[in-house]
Nanobody, 123 residues
């Protein structure tokens, strides 16, 4: 599985942005997909995860109510819609595949990673 993240950019605080992650491979629709982020000088942290069908999701407390994860299996793409952005949301955002097909926040349980897309939120 290969992942290509896109859609990052510069946005003002309070604004919105959607990042996307396109996956290769026919088995994409079988996997849970997650988003993580890594701010400068910090460890990579969990943001959101979605199950194979899109019927179940889970969010980090820091983004709950502001971010929405979704997927389109016909397009082999997972999205992260980000609203009410804050400067502390500034980070490189990574998508990842969990081939165990479970909803997990554990970074070590994700097998494939995209290259990341930078989101910068200005105050």
């Amino acid at each position: 599985v290969q992942l290509q993240a896109s859609g990052g950019g510069l946005v003002q605080a309070g604004g919105s942005l959607r990042v996307s992650c396109a996956a290769s491979g026919r088995t994409f629709r079988r996997y849970a997909m997650g988003w993580f982020r890594q701010a400068p000088g910090k460890e990579r942290e969990f943001v959101a995860v979605i199950n194979w069908s899109g019927g179940s999701t889970y969010y980090a407390d820091s983004v709950k109510g502001r971010f929405t994860i979704s997927r389109d299996n016909a397009k082999n793409t997972v999205y992260l819609q980000m609203s009410a952005l804050k400067p502390e949301d500034t980070a490189v955002y990574y998508c990842a595949v969990n081939s165990e097909m479970v909803l997990t926040t554990s970074r070590s349980r994700y097998d494939y990673w995209g290259q990341g897309t930078l989101v910068t939120v200005s105050s």
